[in-house]
């Protein structure tokens, strides 16, 4: 099994007047422990991409799946539960809370995660 995959991905733009494809078609597998590179120019889709796979946004078509489960098919609120019990992200950019210390933006998510009292959504 792969623990990343997307099949006949699409993310259009703009769909009923003059679309825009950020990501056209795409089917990908990464398997465990493999390491891998998305690069091309400014405009290919790559940021599209990843935000697709950590269920930031929905595709227009096509399957996303994580470890088996297909997140595209998800609620917003089960993608929000998949993505803090499955998924970490490093951005480019900072994204910390400024009133955190750097200590404090790192637990944050260790803390959100060991809040959870009920048990979570079948996914």
Do not use: W
Not at 38 to 46: A, D, E, R, V
Not at 56 to 68: C, K, Q, Y
Not at 94 to 111: C, D, G, H, R, S
């Amino acid at each position: 099994m792969h623990v990343i995959e997307t099949a006949h991905l699409f993310k259009i733009y703009n769909e009923d007047t003059i679309p825009v494809y950020a990501i056209n078609d795409v089917s990908i597998q990464f398997g465990y422990q493999e390491f891998t590179c998305i690069i091309g120019p400014s405009g290919s889709g790559k940021s599209t991409l990843l935000n697709l796979i950590g269920g930031l946004d929905t595709p227009s078509r096509g399957a996303v799946r994580i470890a088996g489960t297909r997140i595209d098919t998800l609620s917003e609120r089960q993608r929000i539960q998949f993505r803090l019990d499955h998924i970490g992200f490093v951005f480019q950019h900072y994204n910390l809370i400024p009133v955190l210390t750097a200590y404090e933006n790192a637990a944050f998510i260790m803390q959100l995660q060991a809040g959870q009292r009920r048990k979570p959504e079948s996914v």
